[in-house]
Protein backbone atom coordinates (compact mmCIF):
# COMPACT_ATOMS: atom_id res chain seq x y z
CA UNK A 1 0.00 0.00 0.00
CA UNK A 2 1.14 3.48 -0.82
CA UNK A 3 1.59 5.70 1.82
CA UNK A 4 -0.10 8.51 1.35
CA UNK A 5 -3.29 7.01 0.36
CA UNK A 6 -3.96 6.35 4.19
CA UNK A 7 -5.40 9.04 6.08
CA UNK A 8 -3.11 9.18 8.79
CA UNK A 9 0.02 9.34 6.66
CA UNK A 10 -1.24 13.38 7.15
CA UNK A 11 0.54 12.76 10.49
CA UNK A 12 2.89 9.63 10.94
CA UNK A 13 3.92 9.91 7.31
CA UNK A 14 5.17 13.42 7.62
CA UNK A 15 9.26 14.91 7.48
CA UNK A 16 10.87 17.20 9.67
CA UNK A 17 9.12 19.01 13.00
CA UNK A 18 5.58 17.84 12.20
CA UNK A 19 6.03 14.30 11.93
CA UNK A 20 8.89 14.45 15.08
CA UNK A 21 6.16 15.34 16.62
CA UNK A 22 3.03 13.21 15.83
CA UNK A 23 5.40 9.96 16.09
CA UNK A 24 7.96 11.31 18.85
CA UNK A 25 4.53 10.70 21.50
CA UNK A 26 3.11 7.77 19.99
CA UNK A 27 6.44 6.56 21.04
CA UNK A 28 5.75 7.78 24.68
CA UNK A 29 3.73 4.65 24.92
CA UNK A 30 6.12 1.81 24.28
CA UNK A 31 5.53 1.57 20.53
CA UNK A 32 8.24 1.58 17.77
CA UNK A 33 6.92 3.55 14.29
CA UNK A 34 7.01 0.80 12.25
CA UNK A 35 3.81 -0.38 14.63
CA UNK A 36 1.52 2.78 13.31
CA UNK A 37 3.24 4.15 10.22
CA UNK A 38 2.22 3.39 6.46
CA UNK A 39 -0.28 1.09 8.33
CA UNK A 40 -4.22 1.25 8.73
CA UNK A 41 -4.73 3.16 11.35
CA UNK A 42 -7.75 2.31 13.11
CA UNK A 43 -9.79 4.02 15.85
CA UNK A 44 -12.00 2.02 18.67
CA UNK A 45 -14.84 4.14 19.62
CA UNK A 46 -15.46 3.39 22.98
CA UNK A 47 -18.47 3.62 25.17
CA UNK A 48 -17.60 1.84 28.27
CA UNK A 49 -18.26 3.44 31.57
CA UNK A 50 -19.14 2.06 34.75
CA UNK A 51 -22.07 4.95 34.44
CA UNK A 52 -23.26 2.92 31.65
CA UNK A 53 -23.90 -0.72 33.03
CA UNK A 54 -25.33 -2.01 29.75
CA UNK A 55 -21.78 -1.42 28.10
CA UNK A 56 -19.59 -2.38 31.45
CA UNK A 57 -18.07 -5.06 29.43
CA UNK A 58 -17.05 -3.04 26.50
CA UNK A 59 -13.41 -2.97 27.21
CA UNK A 60 -13.09 -6.87 27.25
CA UNK A 61 -15.09 -6.45 23.55
CA UNK A 62 -12.17 -3.70 22.92
CA UNK A 63 -9.59 -6.64 23.23
CA UNK A 64 -11.10 -8.71 21.10
CA UNK A 65 -11.47 -5.73 18.57
CA UNK A 66 -7.71 -5.33 18.76
CA UNK A 67 -7.11 -8.80 18.03
CA UNK A 68 -8.79 -8.59 14.88
CA UNK A 69 -7.09 -5.26 13.77
CA UNK A 70 -3.97 -6.82 14.81
CA UNK A 71 -4.18 -9.55 13.02
CA UNK A 72 -5.57 -8.17 9.58
CA UNK A 73 -1.94 -5.73 9.97
CA UNK A 74 -3.97 -2.69 11.25
CA UNK A 75 -2.76 -0.72 14.07
CA UNK A 76 -5.43 0.01 16.53
CA UNK A 77 -5.94 2.60 18.91
CA UNK A 78 -8.84 2.74 21.80
CA UNK A 79 -10.54 5.80 22.51
CA UNK A 80 -13.49 7.45 25.02
CA UNK A 81 -16.15 9.26 24.18
CA UNK A 82 -19.05 10.59 26.46
CA UNK A 83 -21.04 7.33 27.39
CA UNK A 84 -25.11 7.46 27.69
CA UNK A 85 -26.34 5.18 30.21
CA UNK A 86 -30.20 5.40 30.03
CA UNK A 87 -30.77 4.45 33.40
CA UNK A 88 -28.94 6.80 35.33
CA UNK A 89 -28.57 9.89 33.41
CA UNK A 90 -31.00 12.95 34.67
CA UNK A 91 -33.36 14.47 32.99
CA UNK A 92 -32.84 11.54 30.24
CA UNK A 93 -29.89 10.77 27.91
CA UNK A 94 -31.71 12.20 24.84
CA UNK A 95 -30.55 14.97 25.73
CA UNK A 96 -27.00 14.05 25.50
CA UNK A 97 -27.48 12.19 22.40
CA UNK A 98 -26.48 14.78 19.96
CA UNK A 99 -23.86 16.16 22.32
CA UNK A 100 -22.52 12.82 22.19
CA UNK A 101 -22.22 13.02 18.62
CA UNK A 102 -20.10 15.78 18.62
CA UNK A 103 -17.91 14.27 20.57
CA UNK A 104 -17.86 11.29 18.29
CA UNK A 105 -17.78 13.48 15.32
CA UNK A 106 -14.76 15.32 16.17
CA UNK A 107 -12.64 12.95 17.94
CA UNK A 108 -12.80 10.82 14.20
CA UNK A 109 -11.98 13.38 12.27
CA UNK A 110 -9.52 15.23 14.52
CA UNK A 111 -7.35 12.41 14.71
CA UNK A 112 -5.18 10.48 12.49
CA UNK A 113 -7.86 7.56 12.21
CA UNK A 114 -8.26 5.65 8.59
CA UNK A 115 -11.30 3.48 10.18
CA UNK A 116 -12.99 3.07 12.93
CA UNK A 117 -15.28 0.59 15.11
CA UNK A 118 -17.81 1.90 16.85
CA UNK A 119 -18.62 0.26 20.16
CA UNK A 120 -22.79 0.86 20.72
CA UNK A 121 -25.02 -0.88 23.18
CA UNK A 122 -27.06 0.88 25.82
CA UNK A 123 -29.98 2.50 23.76
CA UNK A 124 -28.45 6.49 22.86
CA UNK A 125 -24.41 4.67 22.43
CA UNK A 126 -25.83 3.70 18.96
CA UNK A 127 -27.19 6.92 17.26
CA UNK A 128 -24.83 9.05 18.93
CA UNK A 129 -22.04 7.39 17.31
CA UNK A 130 -23.87 6.53 14.19
CA UNK A 131 -24.35 10.48 13.51
CA UNK A 132 -21.10 11.29 14.81
CA UNK A 133 -19.22 8.75 12.04
CA UNK A 134 -21.77 10.11 9.53
CA UNK A 135 -20.42 13.33 9.27
CA UNK A 136 -16.98 12.37 8.98
CA UNK A 137 -17.39 9.37 6.67
CA UNK A 138 -14.94 7.05 6.88
CA UNK A 139 -14.76 3.29 6.63
CA UNK A 140 -16.57 2.61 9.32
CA UNK A 141 -18.09 -0.85 11.65
CA UNK A 142 -20.23 -1.20 13.85
CA UNK A 143 -20.31 -3.51 17.01
CA UNK A 144 -23.14 -4.17 19.35
CA UNK A 145 -22.56 -5.02 23.03
CA UNK A 146 -25.18 -7.83 22.86
CA UNK A 147 -28.54 -7.88 25.36
CA UNK A 148 -28.76 -9.30 28.60
CA UNK A 149 -29.27 -13.34 29.23
CA UNK A 150 -32.96 -13.29 29.90
CA UNK A 151 -33.81 -12.54 33.56
CA UNK A 152 -35.21 -15.67 35.40
CA UNK A 153 -38.13 -15.35 38.33
CA UNK A 154 -40.19 -17.43 39.72
CA UNK A 155 -39.98 -19.73 37.38
CA UNK A 156 -40.83 -17.19 34.64
CA UNK A 157 -38.37 -15.05 31.81
CA UNK A 158 -38.88 -12.19 32.25
CA UNK A 159 -37.38 -8.77 30.74
CA UNK A 160 -37.41 -4.95 31.22
CA UNK A 161 -40.50 -4.80 29.81
CA UNK A 162 -42.07 -6.54 33.23
CA UNK A 163 -40.91 -3.63 34.83
CA UNK A 164 -43.85 -1.77 33.67
CA UNK A 165 -46.39 -4.72 35.11
CA UNK A 166 -44.44 -5.08 38.22
CA UNK A 167 -44.87 -1.41 38.89
CA UNK A 168 -48.69 -1.65 38.47
CA UNK A 169 -48.68 -4.49 40.63
CA UNK A 170 -47.00 -2.46 43.46
CA UNK A 171 -49.30 0.22 42.61
CA UNK A 172 -52.37 -2.50 43.37
CA UNK A 173 -50.90 -4.01 46.11
CA UNK A 174 -50.03 -7.29 44.49
CA UNK A 175 -46.37 -7.15 45.05
CA UNK A 176 -44.21 -5.11 48.06
CA UNK A 177 -41.18 -3.02 47.64
CA UNK A 178 -39.33 -5.94 49.50
CA UNK A 179 -40.29 -8.41 45.95
CA UNK A 180 -39.18 -5.28 44.28
CA UNK A 181 -35.71 -5.83 45.26
CA UNK A 182 -35.73 -9.38 44.35
CA UNK A 183 -36.63 -8.64 40.96
CA UNK A 184 -34.20 -6.19 40.39
CA UNK A 185 -31.23 -9.22 40.98
CA UNK A 186 -33.47 -11.79 38.76
CA UNK A 187 -33.81 -9.55 36.02
CA UNK A 188 -30.21 -7.95 35.23
CA UNK A 189 -28.53 -11.06 35.51
CA UNK A 190 -25.47 -10.62 33.40
CA UNK A 191 -23.48 -7.70 31.41
CA UNK A 192 -25.49 -6.51 27.71
CA UNK A 193 -28.42 -3.97 27.19
CA UNK A 194 -32.16 -4.76 27.85
CA UNK A 195 -33.12 -8.42 26.68
CA UNK A 196 -36.13 -7.37 25.42
CA UNK A 197 -36.76 -5.40 21.55
CA UNK A 198 -36.48 -2.66 23.57
CA UNK A 199 -34.67 0.77 22.23
CA UNK A 200 -30.59 -0.63 22.46
CA UNK A 201 -32.12 -4.09 20.70
CA UNK A 202 -33.92 -2.19 17.64
CA UNK A 203 -30.52 0.20 17.41
CA UNK A 204 -28.65 -3.34 16.95
CA UNK A 205 -31.19 -4.52 14.32
CA UNK A 206 -30.85 -1.28 12.50
CA UNK A 207 -27.16 -1.20 12.01
CA UNK A 208 -27.49 -4.84 10.65
CA UNK A 209 -30.11 -3.99 8.38
CA UNK A 210 -28.71 -0.86 7.21
CA UNK A 211 -25.55 -2.96 6.83
CA UNK A 212 -22.74 -1.55 8.79
CA UNK A 213 -22.45 -4.26 11.48
CA UNK A 214 -21.56 -7.46 10.48
CA UNK A 215 -24.16 -10.50 10.08
CA UNK A 216 -25.31 -11.80 13.41
CA UNK A 217 -24.88 -9.11 15.27
CA UNK A 218 -28.25 -7.71 16.52
CA UNK A 219 -28.74 -10.93 18.45
CA UNK A 220 -25.59 -12.34 20.04
CA UNK A 221 -26.34 -12.30 23.69
CA UNK A 222 -23.26 -10.46 25.74
CA UNK A 223 -22.21 -13.29 28.05
CA UNK A 224 -22.15 -15.36 24.49
CA UNK A 225 -18.50 -16.07 23.77
CA UNK A 226 -19.35 -15.84 19.83
CA UNK A 227 -19.69 -11.64 20.63
CA UNK A 228 -16.50 -11.55 21.05
CA UNK A 229 -15.62 -13.20 18.09
CA UNK A 230 -17.89 -10.69 16.38
CA UNK A 231 -16.20 -8.37 17.46
CA UNK A 232 -12.54 -9.73 16.57
CA UNK A 233 -13.61 -10.58 13.37
CA UNK A 234 -15.33 -7.21 12.59
CA UNK A 235 -11.74 -5.92 13.83
CA UNK A 236 -9.96 -7.85 11.04
CA UNK A 237 -12.71 -6.66 8.31
CA UNK A 238 -12.47 -2.89 9.29
CA UNK A 239 -8.99 -3.12 7.76
CA UNK A 240 -9.97 -4.53 4.60
CA UNK A 241 -12.81 -1.93 4.84
CA UNK A 242 -9.92 0.77 4.85
CA UNK A 243 -7.96 -0.76 2.11
CA UNK A 244 -11.36 -1.00 -0.19
CA UNK A 245 -12.17 2.32 0.56
CA UNK A 246 -15.68 1.47 1.90
CA UNK A 247 -17.19 4.42 3.83
CA UNK A 248 -20.52 5.07 5.24
CA UNK A 249 -21.88 6.53 2.24
CA UNK A 250 -21.27 4.02 0.28
CA UNK A 251 -23.33 1.76 2.46
CA UNK A 252 -25.99 3.90 4.19
CA UNK A 253 -28.37 4.83 0.36
CA UNK A 254 -31.95 5.35 0.70
CA UNK A 255 -32.77 1.66 -0.07
CA UNK A 256 -30.49 1.09 3.03
CA UNK A 257 -32.80 3.13 5.04
CA UNK A 258 -36.09 1.60 3.63
CA UNK A 259 -34.74 -2.13 4.40
CA UNK A 260 -34.02 -1.03 7.81
CA UNK A 261 -37.81 0.45 8.17
CA UNK A 262 -39.34 -2.51 6.85
CA UNK A 263 -37.40 -4.63 9.29
CA UNK A 264 -38.09 -2.64 12.17
CA UNK A 265 -41.66 -3.12 11.18
CA UNK A 266 -41.32 -6.93 11.07
CA UNK A 267 -39.76 -7.01 14.82
CA UNK A 268 -42.07 -5.09 16.82
CA UNK A 269 -39.37 -2.23 17.00
CA UNK A 270 -38.91 0.68 19.33
CA UNK A 271 -40.71 3.98 18.03
CA UNK A 272 -37.05 5.59 19.21
CA UNK A 273 -35.88 3.77 15.87
CA UNK A 274 -37.79 6.56 14.15
CA UNK A 275 -36.24 9.74 15.73
CA UNK A 276 -32.66 8.18 15.34
CA UNK A 277 -33.08 6.54 11.99
CA UNK A 278 -34.13 10.29 11.31
CA UNK A 279 -31.40 11.65 12.35
CA UNK A 280 -28.97 9.36 11.03
CA UNK A 281 -30.13 9.83 7.41
CA UNK A 282 -29.91 14.06 8.21
CA UNK A 283 -26.42 13.31 9.07
CA UNK A 284 -25.49 10.87 6.31
CA UNK A 285 -27.67 13.14 3.30
CA UNK A 286 -30.27 10.97 2.85
CA UNK A 287 -33.69 12.19 2.15
CA UNK A 288 -36.01 10.77 4.44
CA UNK A 289 -39.07 11.74 5.83
CA UNK A 290 -41.59 10.87 8.90
CA UNK A 291 -43.93 10.32 6.33
CA UNK A 292 -41.72 7.52 4.66
CA UNK A 293 -42.12 5.10 8.20
CA UNK A 294 -45.71 4.82 7.72
CA UNK A 295 -45.82 4.10 4.02
CA UNK A 296 -43.06 1.50 4.24
CA UNK A 297 -44.08 -0.25 7.17
CA UNK A 298 -47.88 -0.33 6.25
CA UNK A 299 -48.74 -3.95 5.50
CA UNK A 300 -45.82 -5.59 7.53
CA UNK A 301 -47.43 -7.70 10.76
CA UNK A 302 -45.06 -9.31 13.27
CA UNK A 303 -42.55 -11.88 12.39
CA UNK A 304 -40.06 -11.42 15.58
CA UNK A 305 -42.53 -12.54 18.55
CA UNK A 306 -40.31 -10.72 21.06
CA UNK A 307 -41.36 -8.59 24.28
CA UNK A 308 -42.85 -5.81 24.43
CA UNK A 309 -45.22 -6.42 21.50
CA UNK A 310 -44.75 -10.64 22.02
CA UNK A 311 -43.55 -13.33 23.90
CA UNK A 312 -40.03 -14.16 23.76
CA UNK A 313 -36.49 -12.52 24.33
CA UNK A 314 -33.19 -11.45 22.09
CA UNK A 315 -31.34 -14.58 23.41
CA UNK A 316 -34.14 -16.51 21.84
CA UNK A 317 -34.20 -14.35 18.58
CA UNK A 318 -30.08 -15.81 19.23
CA UNK A 319 -31.47 -19.24 18.78
CA UNK A 320 -34.07 -19.61 16.41
CA UNK A 321 -31.31 -17.89 13.78
CA UNK A 322 -30.85 -14.19 14.75
CA UNK A 323 -31.66 -11.11 12.24
CA UNK A 324 -30.29 -13.15 9.36
CA UNK A 325 -33.24 -15.40 9.41
CA UNK A 326 -35.52 -12.52 10.40
CA UNK A 327 -34.17 -10.55 7.11
CA UNK A 328 -34.76 -13.82 4.94
CA UNK A 329 -38.82 -13.99 5.66
CA UNK A 330 -39.05 -10.59 4.84
CA UNK A 331 -36.68 -11.28 1.12
CA UNK A 332 -39.63 -10.33 -0.98
CA UNK A 333 -39.92 -6.44 0.58
CA UNK A 334 -36.53 -6.20 0.71
CA UNK A 335 -34.30 -5.00 -1.52
CA UNK A 336 -31.17 -7.16 -2.21
CA UNK A 337 -28.52 -5.05 -3.62
CA UNK A 338 -27.43 -2.89 -0.73
CA UNK A 339 -23.46 -3.16 0.28
CA UNK A 340 -22.58 -3.73 3.83
CA UNK A 341 -19.91 -3.87 5.78
CA UNK A 342 -18.59 -7.45 5.22
CA UNK A 343 -18.28 -6.18 1.29
CA UNK A 344 -21.53 -8.40 0.05
CA UNK A 345 -25.11 -7.51 -0.75
CA UNK A 346 -27.33 -7.72 2.47
CA UNK A 347 -29.27 -10.82 0.00
CA UNK A 348 -25.73 -12.56 -0.25
CA UNK A 349 -25.95 -12.24 3.76
CA UNK A 350 -28.86 -13.57 4.73
CA UNK A 351 -29.92 -16.27 1.61
CA UNK A 352 -28.38 -19.19 3.79
CA UNK A 353 -29.82 -18.09 7.23
CA UNK A 354 -32.24 -20.65 8.70
CA UNK A 355 -35.10 -20.53 11.38
CA UNK A 356 -35.07 -22.50 13.74
CA UNK A 357 -37.66 -21.78 15.84
CA UNK A 358 -40.95 -21.37 13.98
CA UNK A 359 -42.65 -19.49 17.46
CA UNK A 360 -40.05 -17.06 17.69
CA UNK A 361 -39.85 -16.01 13.64
CA UNK A 362 -42.97 -16.75 12.06
CA UNK A 363 -43.39 -16.44 8.34
CA UNK A 364 -44.82 -13.31 6.67
CA UNK A 365 -47.49 -15.56 5.74
CA UNK A 366 -49.13 -16.55 9.19
CA UNK A 367 -47.24 -13.59 11.38
CA UNK A 368 -47.86 -13.98 15.23
CA UNK A 369 -49.64 -10.32 15.19
CA UNK A 370 -51.41 -8.47 11.96
CA UNK A 371 -50.90 -5.44 13.34
CA UNK A 372 -47.54 -3.06 12.10
CA UNK A 373 -45.21 -2.16 13.60
CA UNK A 374 -45.39 1.76 13.63
CA UNK A 375 -48.07 4.18 12.38
CA UNK A 376 -47.65 8.00 11.84
CA UNK A 377 -50.56 9.79 12.64
CA UNK A 378 -51.62 13.66 11.44
CA UNK A 379 -54.20 16.31 12.58
CA UNK A 380 -55.20 19.26 13.72
CA UNK A 381 -53.71 18.23 17.30
CA UNK A 382 -50.39 16.77 15.67
CA UNK A 383 -49.75 19.13 12.00
CA UNK A 384 -46.47 17.87 12.00
CA UNK A 385 -46.93 14.33 12.67
CA UNK A 386 -46.95 11.88 15.79
CA UNK A 387 -45.83 8.35 15.99
CA UNK A 388 -48.18 5.19 17.50
CA UNK A 389 -46.70 1.51 17.46
CA UNK A 390 -49.80 -0.97 16.88
CA UNK A 391 -48.34 -3.97 17.56
CA UNK A 392 -47.96 -2.54 21.06
CA UNK A 393 -51.44 -1.07 21.47
CA UNK A 394 -54.55 -2.17 22.53
CA UNK A 395 -57.33 -3.28 19.47
CA UNK A 396 -59.75 -1.57 21.28
CA UNK A 397 -58.71 1.79 21.68
CA UNK A 398 -57.16 1.80 17.81
CA UNK A 399 -59.83 3.90 17.07
CA UNK A 400 -61.35 6.22 20.09
CA UNK A 401 -63.17 9.18 20.68
CA UNK A 402 -62.44 10.77 24.33
CA UNK A 403 -62.61 13.75 26.49
CA UNK A 404 -58.89 15.34 27.44
CA UNK A 405 -57.63 14.94 30.93
CA UNK A 406 -54.83 17.49 30.40
CA UNK A 407 -51.34 17.85 32.10
CA UNK A 408 -49.34 21.14 31.51
CA UNK A 409 -45.96 19.28 32.77
CA UNK A 410 -44.24 16.01 34.14
CA UNK A 411 -44.51 17.74 37.88
CA UNK A 412 -48.45 18.47 37.76
CA UNK A 413 -49.16 14.87 36.14
CA UNK A 414 -47.42 12.91 39.14
CA UNK A 415 -48.97 15.85 41.29
CA UNK A 416 -52.69 15.01 40.02
CA UNK A 417 -52.59 11.26 38.48
CA UNK A 418 -53.21 9.64 41.58
CA UNK A 419 -55.92 11.86 43.24
CA UNK A 420 -59.48 10.25 44.29
CA UNK A 421 -61.40 13.22 42.62
CA UNK A 422 -59.47 13.54 39.56
CA UNK A 423 -62.22 13.63 36.65
CA UNK A 424 -61.04 10.75 34.75
CA UNK A 425 -62.17 6.95 33.52
CA UNK A 426 -61.40 4.71 31.39
CA UNK A 427 -63.08 6.31 28.18
CA UNK A 428 -61.01 9.42 28.98
CA UNK A 429 -57.60 10.59 27.31
CA UNK A 430 -54.39 10.93 29.32
CA UNK A 431 -52.34 14.25 27.56
CA UNK A 432 -48.81 15.10 29.08
CA UNK A 433 -47.41 18.16 27.50
CA UNK A 434 -44.11 19.93 27.88
CA UNK A 435 -41.83 16.72 27.46
CA UNK A 436 -41.21 17.35 24.43
CA UNK A 437 -37.02 18.45 22.86
CA UNK A 438 -37.33 21.95 23.79
CA UNK A 439 -40.03 21.69 26.39
CA UNK A 440 -38.53 19.20 29.06
CA UNK A 441 -35.77 19.73 27.83
CA UNK A 442 -34.20 16.55 25.91
CA UNK A 443 -37.65 14.50 25.53
CA UNK A 444 -37.86 12.29 27.98
CA UNK A 445 -39.07 8.55 28.16
CA UNK A 446 -42.08 9.56 30.27
CA UNK A 447 -44.92 9.35 27.14
CA UNK A 448 -46.64 5.83 28.44
CA UNK A 449 -47.90 7.76 31.33
CA UNK A 450 -48.81 4.51 34.52
CA UNK A 451 -52.94 4.81 34.80
CA UNK A 452 -54.65 6.62 37.66
CA UNK A 453 -54.32 4.10 40.79
CA UNK A 454 -57.85 3.96 41.05
CA UNK A 455 -58.42 2.85 37.60
CA UNK A 456 -55.67 0.35 38.04
CA UNK A 457 -57.36 -0.94 41.30
CA UNK A 458 -60.46 -1.33 39.07
CA UNK A 459 -58.27 -3.71 36.49
CA UNK A 460 -57.74 -1.36 33.65
CA UNK A 461 -54.60 -2.06 32.11
CA UNK A 462 -54.69 0.31 29.14
CA UNK A 463 -55.98 3.85 27.78
CA UNK A 464 -55.23 6.46 24.90
CA UNK A 465 -52.08 8.56 26.13
CA UNK A 466 -51.14 11.41 24.19
CA UNK A 467 -47.99 13.31 24.58
CA UNK A 468 -44.73 15.39 22.70
CA UNK A 469 -42.42 12.82 24.65
CA UNK A 470 -41.29 9.70 24.05
CA UNK A 471 -41.65 6.20 25.51
CA UNK A 472 -38.77 3.53 26.57
CA UNK A 473 -38.87 1.15 23.43
CA UNK A 474 -39.39 -1.71 26.53
CA UNK A 475 -43.20 -0.28 27.04
CA UNK A 476 -46.33 -0.68 25.38
CA UNK A 477 -49.98 0.45 25.78
CA UNK A 478 -52.03 2.71 23.36
CA UNK A 479 -49.53 5.43 23.27
CA UNK A 480 -49.14 8.28 20.89
CA UNK A 481 -45.78 9.89 20.78
CA UNK A 482 -43.49 12.63 19.31
CA UNK A 483 -46.82 15.12 19.20
CA UNK A 484 -44.94 17.69 16.36
CA UNK A 485 -45.09 20.66 17.03
CA UNK A 486 -44.41 19.90 20.64
CA UNK A 487 -46.02 22.27 22.83
CA UNK A 488 -42.98 24.11 23.55
CA UNK A 489 -43.21 25.36 19.91
CA UNK A 490 -46.30 26.48 19.84
CA UNK A 491 -48.13 24.19 18.08
CA UNK A 492 -52.24 23.15 18.21
CA UNK A 493 -51.33 20.86 20.93
CA UNK A 494 -49.76 23.59 23.13
CA UNK A 495 -53.59 25.22 23.85
CA UNK A 496 -55.55 22.00 24.10
CA UNK A 497 -57.51 21.86 27.61
CA UNK A 498 -58.95 19.31 29.83
CA UNK A 499 -62.43 18.30 28.88
CA UNK A 500 -61.60 19.04 24.60
CA UNK A 501 -62.80 16.29 22.66
CA UNK A 502 -60.09 13.85 21.08
CA UNK A 503 -60.37 11.48 18.42
CA UNK A 504 -57.46 8.88 17.47
CA UNK A 505 -58.41 7.00 14.52
CA UNK A 506 -55.06 4.68 14.03
CA UNK A 507 -56.64 2.56 10.30
CA UNK A 508 -57.19 6.42 9.45
CA UNK A 509 -53.94 7.56 10.44
CA UNK A 510 -55.32 10.42 11.95
CA UNK A 511 -55.37 12.37 15.54
CA UNK A 512 -57.78 15.39 15.81
CA UNK A 513 -59.20 17.91 18.96
CA UNK A 514 -62.58 18.65 18.09
CA UNK A 515 -61.59 22.64 18.12
CA UNK A 516 -62.47 25.07 14.84
CA UNK A 517 -59.37 26.82 13.63
CA UNK A 518 -60.25 29.90 14.96
CA UNK A 519 -60.75 28.43 18.15
CA UNK A 520 -57.43 27.09 18.29
CA UNK A 521 -56.17 30.51 16.83
CA UNK A 522 -57.91 32.48 19.80
CA UNK A 523 -56.54 30.19 22.28
CA UNK A 524 -53.01 30.61 20.64
CA UNK A 525 -53.34 34.28 20.77
CA UNK A 526 -54.14 34.50 24.42
CA UNK A 527 -50.95 31.82 25.03
CA UNK A 528 -48.66 32.76 27.38
CA UNK A 529 -45.44 31.12 27.15
CA UNK A 530 -43.42 29.84 30.37
CA UNK A 531 -40.29 31.85 30.90
CA UNK A 532 -37.41 30.09 30.41
CA UNK A 533 -35.03 28.98 33.03
CA UNK A 534 -32.17 27.60 31.04
CA UNK A 535 -29.97 29.70 29.22
CA UNK A 536 -26.82 28.98 29.56
CA UNK A 537 -23.99 26.13 28.60
CA UNK A 538 -24.83 22.97 26.53
CA UNK A 539 -28.36 22.77 27.63
CA UNK A 540 -29.04 26.03 26.83
CA UNK A 541 -27.41 25.57 23.57
CA UNK A 542 -29.44 22.57 22.95
CA UNK A 543 -32.64 24.26 23.53
CA UNK A 544 -31.99 26.91 21.30
CA UNK A 545 -30.82 24.74 18.13
CA UNK A 546 -32.76 21.56 18.85
CA UNK A 547 -35.05 20.22 15.71
CA UNK A 548 -38.80 18.91 16.14
CA UNK A 549 -39.35 15.38 16.72
CA UNK A 550 -40.67 15.05 12.85
CA UNK A 551 -37.15 16.07 11.65
CA UNK A 552 -35.43 13.61 14.12
CA UNK A 553 -34.25 16.13 16.95
CA UNK A 554 -31.37 17.20 16.09
CA UNK A 555 -29.90 20.27 16.18
CA UNK A 556 -29.72 22.13 13.20
CA UNK A 557 -26.14 22.91 12.81
CA UNK A 558 -25.72 18.92 12.91
CA UNK A 559 -27.19 18.06 9.90
CA UNK A 560 -24.98 17.16 7.18
CA UNK A 561 -21.49 16.44 7.57
CA UNK A 562 -17.99 17.98 7.32
CA UNK A 563 -16.08 15.43 6.03
CA UNK A 564 -12.63 13.93 7.01
CA UNK A 565 -10.13 16.97 5.77
CA UNK A 566 -8.76 18.71 8.67
CA UNK A 567 -6.63 21.66 6.26
CA UNK A 568 -4.71 23.18 8.94
CA UNK A 569 -1.81 20.90 11.11
CA UNK A 570 -1.44 21.81 14.49
CA UNK A 571 2.24 22.93 15.25
FE1 LIG B 1 -29.39 0.17 28.61
FE2 LIG B 1 -32.03 -0.73 28.45
S1 LIG B 1 -31.05 0.44 29.99
S2 LIG B 1 -30.43 -0.85 27.03
Same mark, same amino acid.
Given at each position: M ?22 A ?10 E ?13 S ?10 E ?21 ? !? ?5 I??? $?ML ?19 G ?7 DK ?6 M ?15 P ?19 ? $?????G?I ?7 I ?6 S ?5 ? #??? $?? !? #? ?8 I !? ?7 ? $??D ?5 L???S????V ?16 A???AI??N ?35 I ?9 G ?17 R?L ?21 N??S ?18 L ?12 V ?16 A ?22 T ?7 V ?6 G ?14 KR ?6 R? !???? #? ?16 AA ?7 Q ?11 R ?13 RK????EE ?6 GY ?15 D ?8 G ?8
Open positions: EEQKLRSANWFGLKGKDGFIYRWMKNQGIPDYFNNKPVIGICNTWELTPCNGHFRLAQSVRRGILEAGGFPVEFPVM !SLGETLKPT $AYRNLASMDVEESIRANPLDVVLLCGCTTPSLVGACSVNIPTIVVSGGMLTGRYNGKSIGTSDLWRFD $ADLKKIDEEEMRTESAMCRSGHCAV #MGT $AS !S #MACMVEALG !SLPGNAAIP $AAARRKMAQFGLRIEMVKEDLKLSDILTRNFENKVAAIGGSTNFVIHLLAIAGRIGVDLHLKDFDELSANPLIANLQPAKYFMEDLFYAGGLPAVLEDSILHHDCITANGKTIKENYEAEYNSDVITGMENPFNNATGAILKGNLCEDGAIKPSAASEHLMTHTGKVVFENIEDYKARIDLEDLDVDESILVLKNGPKGYPMPEVGNMTLPKKLLGISDMVI !SDGR #MSGTGFGTVVLHVSPEAGGNFSVITGDIITLDVPNSLNVDLTDEILQEAKYKPRSIKRVGLYIDHVQQAHLGAMDFLRGGSSVVSRDSH
